[in-house]
């Protein structure tokens, strides 16, 4: 199958231009002016249309179990909100049960994705440090599993204490991996959600009081040091503090491969939203919480100079029934919010039209960026000969209002009701298959592709103390 895409805008990270792209198969085959159209078996016009990768987000959690159920969304729903969004790879977790062997679980969680309808990848949860683990980073590093994902938060269930993390991370390190963290200091937190609870203070507003912008950011100093002391590449995961951001400028300043995301309700929605009724307000149940506007601004500034690289959604809807566990009790309530869907509607609007990023920043930060650090660049992140066709044709024309009622997810609540939107995906693109038709999802969607990777590991060049470490003079950007 051949598809001629005419006359597109096209953006990627560093260049902006028209042309034509002919996709044969699932490559993209040649990119040129007047390519002609007796090529093609199918003609797209995109006078007037901006052609961008298709997006990668870099975390997700579909399907996740929790003591409340399911999260609302499947592979399959999660991966067709993605598609409306112009998102066609995802990079979702692992998290096996303590004491379970990480290939094991690993193959559990790739057979619970198989009617995924977008390419998708794994990121690892080591729960805990066993005789074996180091063997099983290095199997999971072999199956094409090389980053991994911590939490210093959740000390209840999944949180690592130091000692462990740091056990992941030296062997994450010395095979070739790389380490993702989720940073909140998971005592603390323990300590200030027990306190509020004991005082009868229980609404979703402290939840938001016990974890306090500062746990943020001594976690992620920790982390830093951890890594240092490691000798591992580290990610930190959904920063939404801007005092973080300190810690993350200057590791990145000294040379250390540290890289950062944020998530668009850490850009776009503030603390207030806690003030409220139950109803009103659990839905913004989620971890980190909401911040200051201050927050957000510094956030959009790190975008700006390079100190973040990408934007997760961190979807992880759950329904009002299941949040409602936590009626009487904050602590129960499942964190988790939605927005897979939204993530490049909302950057197009509120980055690009606010003239708060470049349209080029958004592609980085939306898919080139993600490629690169998570190692699916260039066959992913690009539109260059060679690369899949991945790509989102996009009406910056199109306007729309987010709403829990006509989004794609099966969320029934939306932590962005009411946003409107200018911009939206006309057609998109997947491994050549048009599954966006004209705004039309096709009734005969495709079946993603499991993504094994290998990422690039800069650590010894650092560790070496070399001065030309790529990073070093570029804020963390790869
Ligand atoms: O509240 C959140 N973010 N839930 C999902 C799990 C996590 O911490 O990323
Ligand atoms: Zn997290
Ligand atoms: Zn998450």
Known sequence: ???LIKN????????????DILIHDDKIVKIDKNISKSLAD??????????FPGGIDPHVHLHLPTPAGYSSDDFLSGGIAALYGGTTTIIDFVTPKKGQPLPEALNTRIEEASNCPIDYSFHVSPVDWRPTSESEIQKCIDMGFPSFKIYLAYKETIGLDDETAFHVMKAAGKLGGMVTAHCELGDEITNMRDFYVSRGMVSPKYHMLSRPARFESLAVKRAID???????PLYIVHVSAGESLKHIHLAQQSGQPIYAETCPHYLLLDESAYNGDFEQTVKYVISPPLRTIEDSAQLWEGIQNG???TLGTDHCPFSFEQKSAGINDFRKIPNGAGGIEHRLELLYT????????????MVDIFSTQPAKIFGLYPQKGEIAVGSDADLVIWNPNLESIISAKTHHSKADMSIYEGFTLKGKAQYVISNGNIVMDNEKLTSELPIGKLLRRKVQNPINQYYNKSTDYPNSNNCGRV
């Open 307 to 309: 100190v973040i690289q």
């Open 8 to 19: 597109g805008n096209i953006v990627t990270s560093t260049n902006q231009y028209i042309s």
């Open 226 to 232: 951890i890594a240092d002391q490691a000798n591992c």
């Open 350 to 361: 509120y980055g690009v039209l606010n003239e708060m990023i470049t349209i080029n920043r």
């Open 42 to 51: 199918r003609v797209i016009q995109a006078k007037d249309f901006y052609i």
């Open 1 to 3: 199958m051949k598809t």
